[in-house]
């Protein structure tokens, strides 16, 4: 395999923090700091503040992800700790793997979130004269539930992340 040259390695870790540092941020900032303040309102007008920042914030989470992926993927095929596809031959590979397994969940509660609360949110507020404070309350709990979940496995994938880094 040819030597890559440093300049394009660097440029993969600077777009690949980038991502993280966008995707962490905005999970940081919604979980920890509008679903708090946004209890000061009513059911209905918690559920039209979320999707108020979730159609703003899901298109850079899914960019920061596809970017992720990509540059991850780049940085791992040149690493000299990297042994094959399922290798799990040292601390770096079982790192990556564990790695891998909790993106492929972030991706999952993600798209749960996209395809399924959100939409389910919208449809609410369309109809809010005839909607059950109820069902904002459950829907409004399931995306908090799911931005959480979100919020704890970015942090353990920085977790493998330092294990790799340390290896």
């Known amino acids: 395999m040819p030597a890559i040259p440093d300049w394009a390695l660097a440029l993969t870790f600077w777009i690949h923090f980038l991502a993280a540092v966008t995707l962490v941020g905005s999970l940081v900032a919604a979980a920890l700091l509008v679903l708090p303040a946004a209890r000061a309102l009513d059911p209905l007008g918690q559920l ?47 790192a990556i793997l564990v790695k891998h ?20 949110i919208r449809r609410l507020l369309l109809r809010k004269d005839k909607a059950s404070q109820e069902e904002a309350l459950r ?29």
């Open 101 to 120: 397994v909790l993106v492929v969940t972030m991706i999952v509660v993600s798209a749960v979130q996209t395809w399924d609360v959100l939409p389910s």
């Open 48 to 94: 039209n503040l979320i999707a108020s920042i979730q159609k703003r914030m899901e298109p850079a989470a899914w960019f920061s992800i596809s970017l992720l992926i990509v540059t991850g993927l780049f940085q791992m095929s040149v690493n000299i700790h990297y042994n094959g596809f399922l290798s799990v031959s040292n601390q770096w590979t079982i």
């Open 139 to 167: 829907l409004q709990r399931r995306e908090a539930w799911l931005l959480r979940a979100n919020l704890i496995l970015a942090v353990l994938i920085l977790g493998a992340t330092a294990v790799m880094r340390a290896a």
